[in-house]
């Protein structure tokens, strides 16, 4: 029987920061969210409620009220805050955080909205309360990377594909 080779240091560590990644997004309950403003193009950021569906992408629920939907209808390239909540003494920058871009789509067929809203519901009740609503709408993120921020020194940006095969 022939020796398997030994993974790298380097590729334990990324596989470590991947599962870092997906751990924090599985805690989080909510994003900061960016977009670019559609009157004039400047950074705009708010805040939302986030589920993950079982493939890992990030799903909001967005009123078309909401200046952040005009902006991700104008340009769907946005980008998604999470932290992981762990703020040992109480300072946020001491916890996992983890940014991630792509670009964000509406979901229309009515098995997607209804998967959707069962997961999204089952975390945030309150939601049930607007979510059928004919102003709100099912929006998920097609992630293209994630930038982990982990502690002093452990930064590292990883392609989605590192951390979303992780789900399946």
């Known amino acids: 029987m022939a020796d398997q080779p030994q993974p790298t240091a380097e590729a334990t560590r990324?596989?470590?920061?991947?599962g870092?990644?997906?751990?924090?997004?599985?805690?989080a309950r909510f994003a900061a969210l960016?977009?670019?403003?559609?009157?004039?193009?400047?950074?705009?950021?708010?805040l939302v409620n986030l589920a993950l569906l079982p493939g890992g992408m990030p799903l909001i629920l967005i009123s078309t009220l909401a200046r952040h939907t005009?902006?991700?209808?104008?340009?769907?390239?946005?980008?998604?805050?999470?932290?992981?909540?762990?703020?040992p003494g109480g300072d946020p920058l001491s916890g996992?955080?983890?940014?991630?871009?792509g670009r964000f789509g509406q979901l229309a067929g009515d098995g997607e909205i209804e998967a959707a809203r069962e997961i999204f519901v089952g975390l945030h009740p309150a939601?049930?309360?607007?979510?059928?609503?004919?102003?709100?709408?099912?929006?998920?993120?097609?992630?293209?990377?994630?930038?982990?921020?982990?502690?002093?020194?452990?930064?590292?940006?990883?392609?989605?594909?590192d951390f979303l095969t992780l789900t399946r």
Request: proline residues 2%; charged residues 20%; hydrophobic residues 50%.
């Open 96 to 101: 996992s955080r983890v940014t991630l871009t």
């Open 70 to 87: 005009a902006n991700l209808r104008a340009n769907a390239a946005a980008s998604l805050l999470v932290t992981d909540g762990a703020a």
């Open 14 to 18: 990324r596989s470590d920061d991947a």
């Open 127 to 161: 939601a049930a309360g607007y979510a059928g609503f004919g102003d709100f709408g099912w929006w998920t993120m097609q992630v293209d990377k994630a930038h982990l921020v982990a502690g002093f020194g452990r930064i590292r940006t990883l392609p989605a594909s």
């Open 20 to 27: 870092e990644v997906l751990r924090v997004l599985r805690q």
């Open 34 to 46: 960016a977009t670019l403003d559609a009157a004039d193009g400047a950074p705009f950021a708010s």
